[in-house]
T-cell receptor, first 117, second 110 residues
Framework: GAVVSQHPSWVICKSGTSVKIECRSLDFQATTMFWYRQFPKQSLMLMATSNEGSKATYEQGVEKDKFLINHASLTLSTLTVTSAHPEDSSFYIC?????????????FGEGSRLTVL | QKEVEQDPGPLSVPEGAIVSLNCTYSNSAFQYFMWYRQYSRKGPELLMYTYSSGNKEDGRFTAQVDKSSKYISLFIRDSQPSDSATYLCAMTTGRRALTFGSGTRLQVQP
């Protein structure tokens, strides 16, 4: 099946630094990728929709200047958490769908766990 | 009121039991319904995907959708300890961004 890869899987950083998380579709092209955040024992909350070649669409309450999304190619989207603070510590997960796939066929990455000290 | 409601559990059953997981939703525009399984500290894995009302079976898993009642279910037959995970229902109007339930933690006791 289709594979979505995320890197890094775990990152620890100091407060005030920026962290970049990569999301790659390994065997298909994805015009749209989605970024979710998941706090412990809670469900996934959509942060933003990343569109190849254009600006991301952010959900209400998500700061676009805090969470920078770049979707420069059909196989790569990046999420940069700028000036990270402890409250940004969370599990970040991306998903992508095959361009020719059905609506429901979204594939998720393994997630990236961010810990901000 | 949340758009998607799901009992968080935890749900503990003995090995071999039939498990029933449920979600209700309020947005009648939802058309596509999915069930994901998530192991601890891993990304969600798609188990079942349904579009219309009715049942869909895949091995030990059966997904049921009742659009008139805005209610979906996932049944797991002959449950195994390896089924222990968090099960998330998800749905979409068709624009691909998913709305998730809060997840139900399932523990299958050997």
């Amino acid at each position: 099946g289709a594979v979505v890869s995320q890197h890094p899987s775990w990152v620890i950083c100091k407060s005030g630094t920026s962290v970049k998380i990569e999301c790659r579709s390994l065997d298909f092209q994805a015009t749209t990728m989605f970024w979710y955040r998941q706090f412990p024992k809670q469900s996934l909350m959509l942060m933003a929709t990343s569109n190849e070649g254009s600006k991301a669409t952010y959900e209400q309450g998500v700061e676009k200047d805090k969470f920078l999304i770049n979707h420069a190619s059909l196989t790569l989207s990046t999420l940069t958490v700028t000036s990270a603070h402890p409250e940004d510590s969370s599990f970040y997960i991306c998903s992508a769908g095959d361009r020719g796939g059905n609506t429901g066929e979204l594939f998720f990455g393994e997630g990236s766990r961010l810990t901000v000290l | 009121q949340k758009e998607v409601e799901q009992d968080p559990g935890p749900l503990s059953v003995p090995e071999g039991a039939i498990v029933s997981l449920n979600c209700t939703y309020s947005n009648s525009a939802f058309q596509y319904f999915m069930w994901y399984r998530q192991y601890s500290r891993k990304g969600p894995e798609l188990l079942m995907y349904t579009y219309s009302s009715g049942n869909k079976e895949d091995g030990r898993f059966t997904a049921q959708v009742d659009k008139s009642s805005k209610y979906i279910s996932l049944f797991i037959r002959d449950s195994q300890p390896s089924d222990s995970a968090t099960y998330l229902c998800a749905m979409t109007t068709g624009r691909r961004a998913l709305t998730f339930g809060s997840g139900t933690r399932l523990q299958v006791q050997p």
